[in-house]
């Protein structure tokens, strides 16, 4: 199970993440996301279908449409996420490391490119939704540590720049 943070609509929340099942609130729900196209999901909650178009909003979080209603979601980078002494915890000065257990699908950078903050590097599949993995930061890859095909764990170091 991967744990991620998410900010709804200005609203905290914990989200498990697993195969098949989320759990958020100590509510584990059945689930099931497939890609319909170009941002548009179908996701089947606890055996109920939902349609939800998803798209970047211009202060770098997602809009997210589903059933006439419209939400702001920030995910919170689990690195940025203060220790229990207040610290914030860091994977390590430009690391790319993946969120959530996955698959590689494309990598969209080699090894000695220059790259800005933000720049897509690679894309991992996770259940059944392409995530495009940023650069945290500008600088040089300074290694791609994946193929395509490649299956990585939570935490797995992806890349790195320097």
Do not use: W
């Amino acid at each position: 199970m991967s744990d991620l943070k998410l900010v709804v609509d200005g609203q905290d929340f914990s989200l498990r993440i697993g195969p098949g099942v989320c759990e958020t609130d100590g509510r584990q729900m059945t689930t099931d996301i497939a890609r319909v196209g170009d941002g548009e999901y179908s996701v089947i909650v606890d055996g109920q279908q939902h349609f939800v178009s998803v798209s970047p909003a211009t202060d770098g979080s997602l809009e997210a449409c589903a059933e006439g209603l419209t939400f702001r979601i920030a995910v919170v980078d689990p690195r940025q996420l203060p220790d229990a002494a207040g610290n914030a915890v860091s994977g390590g000065a430009g690391q790319v490391r993946a969120s959530m257990p996955g698959k590689v699908v494309a990598i969209l950078v080699k090894e000695g490119q220059s790259v800005t903050s933000g720049q897509g590097l690679m894309v991992v599949e996770a259940m059944k939704m392409q995530n495009e993995m940023r650069a945290p930061c500008g600088g040089i890859v300074l290694s791609v540590s994946v193929r395509p095909g490649d299956s990585v764990a939570s935490g797995d170091i992806l890349a790195t720049i320097e």
